[in-house]
């Protein structure tokens, strides 16, 4: 595979990558630099499984399966630099929560990132815990936490 076709394969992955990255930075500068450096980082440390792979861009499970690695890997790198991205802009992200969708911008962000994988990207617990690279207790333990403090955040919307 060639740098080329590997871009070709992502491309159509990029839009749930942003939607990932803003939810781990929710600023559309950052979230868009996370995405670019993620991508650079699994191609840097992937090359060799990736540009030394042969695959036939006529067949569709192919490509859905090399799609499906691919996303996971660039998504395994994104939490990690997002993660480290979002301690080191802490503070500003506090001041900047976004107005919308304000209970899930509230939790901190691995729990925000292990919701994203589990509810829109559809990932297993044992997918997510191997992306996040935090044990399957713990991933269980943000995922209930997660849905619970959000919904108690927007009860206390509604009783106001």
């Known amino acids: 595979m060639i740098r080329k076709e590997f871009y070709l394969l992502v491309q ?11 939810a ?14 993620s991508l650079n980082a699994y191609l840097i440390k992937e090359k060799k ?22 996303f996971k890997g660039i998504l395994r790198y994104m939490s990690d630099i997002g993660l480290r991205r979002a301690q080191q802009l802490g503070e500003q992200f506090k001041l900047d929560t ?7 911008y509230n939790l901190e962000p691995k729990a ?26 713990q991933v269980i333990e ?7 403090l959000i919904v108690t955040d927007l009860n206390q919307g509604v009783a106001l």
């Open 112 to 137: 925000r990132m292990v919701l994203k994988l589990r509810y829109e990207a559809q990932f297993s617990v044992e997918e997510i815990e191997e992306i996040v690279q935090i044990p399957r207790y």
């Open 98 to 104: 976004p107005t919308e969708f304000k209970a899930f």
């Open 12 to 22: 159509p992955l990029t839009e749930k990558l942003y939607r990932f990255a803003h």
């Open 24 to 37: 781990i930075l929710p600023d559309d500068l950052q979230a868009e630099q996370l995405v670019v450096d």
């Open 142 to 148: 943000k995922i209930h936490n997660g849905r619970f």
């Open 49 to 70: 499984n990736i540009l030394g792979r042969q695959i036939n861009l006529q067949s569709k499970k192919e490509i859905q399966i090399l799609r499906r690695i691919f």
